[in-house]
């Protein structure tokens, strides 16, 4: 007993006099961005510091060769068809709270699936059509890539978005996980069954919240900042029941392969397309657009 108290008040001495030295540091205006412990590196950029590391990232992405793009848009395709298929797998499997509370049916399909499918994406590097539509569209009206670069760059991820969510589609069916829940055939019903004006409004709506999310990780130099920064929006989007055309280039066709009554013709004339619009003029006026007239130089005529 004696040797465990003498441990404990030692460790208590220590500890009073860690706390003793330690002295609070006054706020400086100056310091916005948060530091990392023991380092330099700020863990969140300031606004101004965000918005260039955004142009940044745009002009990289667009110098890339169209193969670069194309093998890395596969790669997102898969990554955020993962992300869909455990949305409908969990939260589109929840029939009776669909019911009985559907507000929190609908933050469970956004909570667990599209978050974790993005953070892959942007921690890995891969190219996403949806977060290019703002990064991309930045560093061309920065002058720092041309309009060519930015139409490279938007066919080769797309496409290749397509096709990842394509293989992905076709191995979740083929996985048989998801049994016979209904969830696939029901929301790629529901999706080509929207007005085209329907489609393309949900789809501004949607991509304004990813591309915040792709804009705020983008600032965020630790894993758990990038993870919050996309979690919350990522997850509203979802909830709030928007489009996001990546997401149902492969909702859609596992929904066809499960029996859904929609041919090709209407997955691309009553989704994909007003959807894809919509989710242009999301990333890049909704989001870009603001910080770019007043942390950039957009439409200001040289003095």
């Known amino acids: 007993m004696i040797g465990k108290s003498a441990f404990f008040l030692c ?41 260039q590391g955004a142009v940044a990232a745009g002009a990289a992405k667009a110098s890339a060769p169209f193969s670069k793009i194309f093998k890395l848009g596969i790669v997102s395709g898969c990554h955020i068809a993962f992300g869909a298929y455990l949305a409908i797998t969990v939260g589109g499997a929840c029939p009776g709270i669909a019911q009985t509370n559907p507000g929190l049916q609908k933050i469970i399909l956004g909570a667990f699936g599209l978050p974790f499918g993005l953070i892959m994406t942007l921690v890995t590097g891969g190219e996403l059509f949806t977060g290019n539509t703002a990064l991309v569209t930045a560093a061309v009206a920065e002058g720092k890539t041309t309009k060519e670069n930015l139409i490279k760059n938007w066919t080769a991820s797309y496409l290749g978005n397509f096709v990842g969510s394509l293989l992905l589609a076709y191995l979740a069916f083929k996985s048989g996980t998801l049994g016979q829940g209904p969830a696939s055939v029901a929301i790629a019903t529901a999706k080509c069954s929207l007005p085209w004006d329907v489609a393309f409004v949900r789809g501004i709506l949607c991509n304004w919240l990813v591309c915040m999310a792709v804009y705020m990780a983008s600032g965020c130099s630790t894993m758990v900042g990038k993870m919050t920064a996309v979690w919350f929006p990522i997850s509203a989007f979802v909830a709030l029941g928007l489009d996001h055309s990546v997401a149902n280039m492969f909702l859609i066709p596992l929904g066809i392969l499960r029996g859904a009554e929609i041919t090709v013709g209407q997955m691309f004339m009553n989704n994909l397309i007003p959807v894809t619009l919509g989710n242009i003029v999301g990333g890049a006026l909704c989001v870009m657009a603001p910080f770019g007239t007043t942390l950039g130089s957009w439409f200001k005529k040289d003095e």
């Not at 030295?21 to 863990?43: E, I, N, W, Y």
């Open 11 to 51: 460790l208590l001495a220590g500890s009073s006099s860690a706390f003793a030295v330690q002295q609070p540091k006054p706020f400086s205006a100056r310091s916005t961005a948060l530091k990392m412990s023991g380092g330099d590196v700020p863990a969140l950029k300031p606004p101004p510091a965000l918005y």
